[in-house]
């Protein structure tokens, strides 16, 4: 009788195990993007090249035989963006226990204190928004892109900020704990199909941004006036004052990592509740 503790080895398990975490991550990363077509695209050749070595397709079998080595070199180039995400990703998860910091009740109500009115009183008057504040990784080469700031986070220094038709409205503010580092900067936007056309480029920045960082955005539309936060690529949308309190209370007062939380985040399927951008 075949002894299943030498087939079940816990090597053979975890081994397993991270291959299927690969695997998971790579079709969340590229689903709903482009690279999802291709994905198939080279899947379809792979199929095709089966087929005609089983039929013995010799003619049309070499020609597919140089396109896959064709694809080795292409591959690295048509996917580049979606291989930088992916590493960017690897590098943002918290593998490593203790690499976070926790902040101070204090200090996270004092910002937490100036953003919201402010956000808040945006919404009701429709003056458009977009708001990084930076956490464990650095937003510099997006700073970059914008006008320095320096200053100290308040509400009033926001307002003249966003105020319509005045050089710095465009663009986003970024925030790193109680500083305003830079205003009109320029972020990344989410290639998603799955976002809802009644959001514009502001959500999708917001997105975009919170797909390659762990930064917490908010944005205020311009239209509609929703106050809404991105993060891990989510949109949580058209959020009341004290879900928009709760959310940055409980997102900015960081606590140590656990090494696998990040990691089995999605597959418990924990959503707290929240109301996506399908709702807009």
Not at 49 to 68: A, E, G, K, S
Request: proline content about 3%; overall charge negative; glycine content about 6%.
């Amino acid at each position: 009788m075949i002894d299943l503790t030498q087939l079940i080895h816990p090597i053979a398990i975890l081994d397993i195990a991270i291959v299927a975490i690969l695997i998971y991550k790579i079709i969340s990363m590229v689903r709903g993007t482009r690279a999802e077509q291709l994905l198939k695209g080279i899947a379809l050749l792979l199929v095709l090249n089966v087929l005609c070595r089983f039929l013995r397709l010799t003619t049309v079998t070499w020609i597919l035989d140089q396109v896959q080595t064709l694809l080795l070199i292409a591959i690295p180039v048509v996917f580049q963006p979606e291989l930088r995400k992916f590493l960017e990703q690897l590098g943002n998860s918290t593998l490593i226990p203790g690499n976070r910091k926790n902040r101070e009740d204090e200090a996270v109500e004092q910002i937490v204190g100036q953003l919201v009115p402010f956000l808040m009183n945006a919404g009701r008057t429709h003056t458009g928004a977009l708001i990084a504040l930076q956490q464990e990784v650095g937003l510099n080469e997006y700073v970059d892109t914008g006008i320095r700031v320096d200053g100290v986070l308040s509400q009033q220094l926001l307002g003249n900020i966003f105020i319509v038709n005045t050089p710095l409205h465009d663009g986003a503010v970024i925030i790193k704990d109680n500083t305003i580092l830079a205003a009109s900067c320029y972020l990344p936007l989410s290639e998603k199909k799955s976002i809802s056309k009644a959001l514009g480029t502001r959500h999708r920045a917001g997105i975009g941004l919170s797909e390659v960082s762990d930064a917490i955005v908010c944005i205020v539309s311009e239209e509609t006036g929703a106050v809404s936060v991105a993060e891990h690529g989510e949109l949580y949308y058209n959020l009341t004052e004290n879900q928009l309190r709760h959310i940055l209370m409980t997102r900015l007062k960081l606590e140590a990592a656990d090494p696998f939380s990040t990691i089995f985040q999605k597959w418990r399927g924990t959503n707290d509740n929240k109301d996506k951008q399908s709702e807009a």
